[in-house]
């Protein structure tokens, strides 16, 4: 169950970090090296996140006196590393591409999403008096996630429509995340 919680924030957050490598509201058409090397900078803006919220727990999770503490610790650590992610993106929202706020906006709305995801999860398993509402508050998490995928797919598929998946895949930064869903829509 928590592998599939994770999979599913991953993916969501991979889904939401490649949709934001959008563009600015610049008058003039922007170099194509602009825009990579910025859409490079958004992919390392959610590179860390993806890559954070992949990891499993590293505690026993059937020790119950380190269960809430372990998970609450790592929950802990996937909100710090969303909010340093939502931050960068904020600095990089007047990019070279005339959709940039648009597509950074359409980021760090998911990314929000997937925020309060975790915090809510967070606050439910800190003030959990017993092992079941622990389990509990963790298995709404995944379900959550779930109804996530479907906005993931969707920001993927802006990325395509946008004409930025060319961009993102020179970006060094964009290599590790999945652009997958985000070729150029057909006509």
């Given at each position: 169950?928590?592998?599939?919680?994770?999979?599913?924030?991953?993916?969501?957050?991979?889904?939401?970090?490649?949709?934001?490598?959008?563009?600015?509201?610049?008058p003039?058409?922007?170099?194509?090296?602009?825009?990579?090397?910025?859409?490079?900078?958004?992919?390392?803006?959610?590179?860390?996140t993806?890559?954070?919220?992949?990891?499993?727990?590293?505690?026993?999770?059937?020790?119950?006196?380190?269960?809430?503490?372990?998970?609450?610790?790592?929950?802990?650590?996937?909100?710090?590393?969303?909010?340093?992610?939502?931050?960068?993106?904020?600095?990089?929202?007047?990019?070279?591409?005339?959709?940039?706020?648009?597509?950074?906006?359409?980021?760090?709305?998911?990314?929000?999403?997937?925020?309060?995801?975790?915090?809510?999860?967070?606050?439910?398993?800190?003030?959990?008096?017993?092992?079941t509402?622990?389990?509990?508050?963790?298995?709404e998490?995944?379900?959550?996630?779930?109804?996530?995928?479907?906005?993931a797919?969707?920001?993927?598929?802006?990325?395509?429509?946008?004409?930025?998946?060319?961009?993102?895949?020179?970006?060094?930064?964009?290599?590790?995340?999945?652009?997958?869903?985000?070729?150029?829509?057909?006509?």
């Amino acid at each position: 169950m928590r592998r599939t919680a994770t999979a599913l924030l991953t993916s969501c957050l991979l889904a939401v970090s490649a949709c934001s490598t959008g563009g600015s509201s610049a008058p003039s058409q922007p170099s194509e090296a602009d825009v990579v090397a910025w859409m490079d900078k958004v992919c390392a803006a959610v590179d860390p996140t993806s890559k954070l919220l992949a990891d499993e727990p590293k505690f026993d999770l059937t020790d119950e006196s380190t269960l809430k503490s372990g998970l609450s610790e790592w929950l802990g650590a996937k909100v710090t590393s969303v909010e340093k992610s939502l931050d960068d993106l904020k600095a990089l929202e007047d990019g070279p591409h005339p959709k940039s706020k648009e597509l950074v906006g359409t980021a760090e709305s998911g990314l929000g999403q997937v925020r309060t995801l975790l915090s809510d999860t967070k606050s439910k398993v800190d003030s959990s008096a017993d092992t079941t509402q622990i389990v509990t508050a963790f298995t709404e998490m995944a379900a959550k996630a779930s109804e996530m995928d479907g906005q993931a797919s969707n920001v993927r598929r802006k990325l395509g429509e946008t004409g930025l998946t060319p961009a993102a895949l020179k970006a060094g930064s964009c290599k590790d995340l999945d652009l997958s869903s985000s070729s150029a829509p057909t006509s």
